[in-house]
């Protein structure tokens, strides 16, 4: 299926300015989503080098306590709320969803756009916060630390992310609608890719989580600007309910990073190992229990807290159900790959490196779920190796793997396959050597947040920092030749990959309304012909 | 600033000095093997299919997703497939309800001090630990211990949350203003232990910590002979009763405009609203810093707010000598 005005697509459709700050196109606002979170990125990851050098040597050779203190917490807030949070949903879901699924345009295409808007309105009173002075409570604003002792600019920064809340939620609302409403006739519940059930469960999580943290947030600034007492002991607050509120969305944001990078995996392992996925049903069904399951786990993030060590049980229970959704994913990839026909492409390796390190990363969050255990490794490196694994190691290979995947449909271009495999394997390995080290020194009692450390921890402090760099140019690597494939890439045709989808029948780039007529489908997802004998190993 | 007597050698698994962290690395250990095991299956899998089915030539284009696929079936109904899924919900399941069990049976031994455990009270604030021995020693970013003898630590902050960490005692709890949070170990091997804040509390959260020395009895007998202290807990507690103007309300009789607390400690009160409530070191903390929480039946609502005239090391002062009182022999003092 091909559009009748060849040569005319949603990239050249209007080149002027305000044809793309005004747009109401769904795929324009990916790409303005795709710059606006790469450079949080650039500057989290600024933050993160920073960080890695100080502790370089054990007594903060670098930077000032303060500093450190405001490093690590712009790190965070910048990472998570600003890159992590909308990484996938906002840039490729945001592309795909409504290609995925048959339709023209997300359900409400002027909210796609107030989303941005209000994404960057909050970014820019973070980062307003950031050269003005900073904040140093880390990004869970602890109270009665940051209602009551910071004095730092707390509330701007706090009202930054609690701006931006408000977009995580439009993104979520949309995506619901849509997907409900707007699917492809014959496209029912049981055809949908597996991307769209992933970004169904994440949008869920956005629209009944977010307005929680957005109020906590409010109790903040109430207690900080007007002396009002919730948090803060002295003024007959309870700080432990911060810590309730605060994870009640905090934990379930997790899933909101790792869910969409799930939906991207399941698409890339299906369309380069040429199968069906195995178990469709259960790893949908998995999503969704992930996003349920997850709203009851918050308590993990508190054992040590002081809280009642019956709720301390009741929440490890729980948290060790979450883990068994996750498990079974990894098992129907794997099988999924059984007696297929693998082609190692980048997307592939990106793929392959997610379920390594979501693998490790899953694992040692049972460490973290078992009691007795987390009492010892709670807020040491461990716990920092651990989310990383998971945010790092598994969203951003997901969101990697899924922007290699789709480089094709989004720009028209082809990258240089060499080059996309060199950063694939450059970031797997150099991740390995930062994050690994990091469960050492974290089991030998490391703990987080400190600006100097005992000098026995140093070696692997060295090495996690030697890693960093390796890690660094992993990330540099794909902006080189993905801009280079925008500017000189060979043009890829409307499916480089081969790959089943309805977002693969439009033009790449597709044009402004994705479809000349309405697609009908007539078969499931990843209907992958069933491989000749001959081509099998 | 680290203490220069602690060795400096590369390690790659901590110390164990107390009960417990035999008990926690072996279930570590445990975790560590499901773990490899795991990982290792993943791993071995992904190679091996990688390996032996990689492509080999160009297969068959891909049909329209809009036209009939007559190869791919539309689910998995093949009773083979559902078998592995249930095998391998039901194996993981398995594994973590063990690790579940032995993780919470542990927990709970953590979080209940034995009943013969030594008292050391911990104040934390912003960026020191001040710990006080019930006999009146007063300790700074150090704690002295004796081997073999359980050690009960309650502890409270003056400002922001802390947490009391020893790596290699296995221990770590959060240190909250406004409230009492306990831990407990005992101390296997005579030494010198780091002490860490592991709570995020401010600029200089990183250098909030110091050491837990460890002593064989006679040492630990010479130490605390020599410590510098003045007067005991409950007597310093006794001097601060009367200063404060406590013992003006609260008479060794219920004659006061207060109940007595002789013999209170450990008793269930009962409260104007119909509640009775346990009096014990956060029943008591609370009476001192918000007395119109919990109104003590039969008794006006008419004492003020100690806040700001008491410090945290006062309260826990107050509280050794009620608790004082309630021991029989001591009943008697005024």
């Not at chain 1, 369309?271 to 259960?282: A, N, Q």
């Not at chain 2, 296995?170 to 101390?187: C, I, M, N, Q």
Request: proline share 6%; with cysteine.
């Amino acid at each position: 299926m091909t559009t009748a005005g060849a040569g005319t697509n949603y990239l050249n459709a209007d080149y002027r300015v305000r044809s793309w700050l005004l747009t109401t196109d769904h795929k324009r606002i990916a790409l303005l989503y795709l710059v606006s979170i790469s450079v949080f990125f650039a500057i989290g990851g600024a933050l993160a080098g920073v960080i890695r050098l100080n502790l370089l040597t054990p007594y903060g050779s670098l930077v000032q306590a303060e500093t450190y203190n405001k490093l690590f917490t712009m790190h965070g807030i910048t990472m998570i709320f600003f890159f992590l949070i909308p990484s996938i949903p906002a840039v490729l879901g945001n592309f795909l969803v409504p290609l995925m699924i048959g339709a023209r345009d997300l359900a409400f295409p002027r909210i796609n756009l107030l989303s941005w808007y209000i994404y960057v309105v909050g970014g820019t009173f973070t980062i307003v916060a950031a050269v003005t002075g900073g904040v140093d409570t880390g990004w869970t604003f602890y109270t009665p630390y940051s209602s009551t002792f910071a004095n730092t600019n707390v509330m701007l920064t706090a009202l930054g992310v609690f701006i931006t809340g408000f977009s995580s939620i439009l993104t979520g609302l949309n995506f619901v609608v849509t997907i409900h409403k707007m699917r492809a006739p014959g496209l029912t519940w049981s055809r949908l890719p597996l991307f769209i059930w992933a970004h169904y469960a994440t949008s869920l999580i956005m629209l009944l989580g977010t307005p929680v943290v957005a109020i906590t947030i409010l109790l903040v600034a109430l207690e900080r600007g007007l002396g009002i007492g919730i948090f803060d002991p002295k003024l007959g607050g309870d700080p432990i309910l911060f810590q309730h509120l605060f994870w009640f969305y905090s934990h379930p944001a997790v899933y909101i990073m790792i869910l969409p990078s799930m939906g991207v995996i399941s698409e890339v392992v299906a369309c380069f190992s040429r199968k069906r996925v195995f178990g469709y049903t259960v790893v949908a069904v998995s999503s969704l229990t992930i996003a349920i399951v997850g709203f009851l786990v918050w308590g993990h993030h508190m054992f040590v807290s002081s809280q009642s060590m019956y709720a301390g049980m009741i929440f490890s229970f729980l948290s060790f159900l979450v883990a068994i959704p996750s498990a079974i994913k990894v098992f129907n990839w794997t099988a999924t790959m059984y007696k297929g026909s693998i082609d190692l492409r980048t997307p592939m390796l990106y793929a392959l490196g997610f379920i390594g390190l979501f693998t490790i990363g899953g694992l040692t969050g049972i460490f973290l779920a078992t009691l007795a255990v987390d009492v010892h490794v709670h807020d040491t490196y461990f716990v920092v190796a651990h989310f990383h694994y998971i945010m790092v190691g598994g969203a951003i290979m997901g969101y990697l793997g899924g922007l290699h995947f789709w480089w094709p449909k989004i720009t028209g271009k082809l990258y240089s396959e060499a080059w996309g495999r060199i950063a694939a394997i450059t970031l797997f390995i150099g991740f390995n050597l930062t994050f690994f080290p990091q469960f050492i020194v974290g089991i030998l009692g490391m703990p987080r947040r400190y600006h100097v450390y005992p000098p026995e921890f140093q070696f692997l402090n060295i090495l996690s920092t030697a890693g960093a760099t390796v890690l660094a140019i992993g990330y540099v690597l794909p902006l080189f030749y993905l801009t280079w494939s925008l500017l000189k890439g060979e043009r890829a045709g409307a499916n480089p990959w081969r790959a089943t989808g309805l977002e693969w029948e439009a033009d790449s780039p597709p044009p402004t309304f994705n479809f000349d007529r309405t697609p009908v489908v007539t078969a499931e997802a990843y209907a992958y012909p069933s491989l000749p004998e001959a081509s099998r190993g | 600033m680290w203490p220069t007597s602690l060795a400096t050698r590369l390690r790659i698994f901590p110390e164990q000095a107390s009960t417990v962290a035999g008990q926690v690395d072996a279930l570590f250990l445990f975790l560590v093997v499901v773990s490899v095991f795991f990982a290792g299956l993943i791993f071995v899998l992904v190679g091996l299919f990688v390996i032996k089915y990689r492509r080999r030539q160009t297969d068959a284009p891909v049909p329209s997703i809009g036209a009939e696929v007559a190869s791919a079936e539309s689910h998995d109904h093949s009773l083979g497939a559902l078998a592995l899924e249930v095998f391998w919900t039901v194996i993981p399941l398995g594994i973590t309800m063990v690790i579940f069990v032995w993780g919470a049976n542990l927990y709970f031994t953590m979080s209940r001090p034995p009943a013969n455990a030594a008292e050391i009270y911990v104040v934390g604030k912003q960026w020191m630990w001040k710990l006080q021995h019930p006999g009146g020693q007063r300790e700074i970013n150090e704690l002295h211990v004796p081997v073999n003898v359980p050690v009960k630590l309650v502890m409270t902050s003056e400002d922001v949350i802390h947490s009391f960490f020893v790596p290699a005692f296995r221990v770590k709890r959060d240190v909250v203003p406004g409230k009492y949070t306990v831990a407990w170990f005992e101390a296997t091997t005579p030494g010198e232990y780091y002490l860490f804040c592991a709570q995020y509390c401010g600029t200089s959260h990183a250098v909030m910590g110091g050491r837990i020395v460890v002593m064989d009895r006679p040492d630990y007998e010479r130490w605390l002979a020599g410590a510098a202290k003045d007067v005991s807990l409950a007597e310093a507690g006794e001097k601060l009763f009367y200063q404060i103007g406590c013992s003006s309300c609260h008479q060794t009789t219920n004659t006061g405009r207060g109940p007595s607390l002789v013999g209170k400690f450990g008793t269930m009160e009962k409260l104007a609203s119909g509640e009775s409530v346990l009096v014990d070191e956060a029943y008591l903390r609370e009476s001192i810093v918000f007395p119109q929480a919990k109104i003590a039946l039969g008794y006006p609502p008419i004492m003020p707010t100690f806040t700001g005239l008491v410090t945290e090391d006062g309260i826990v002062q107050l509280i050794a000598y009620i608790k004082s009182l309630a021991a029989p022999q001591k009943a008697q003092r005024p």
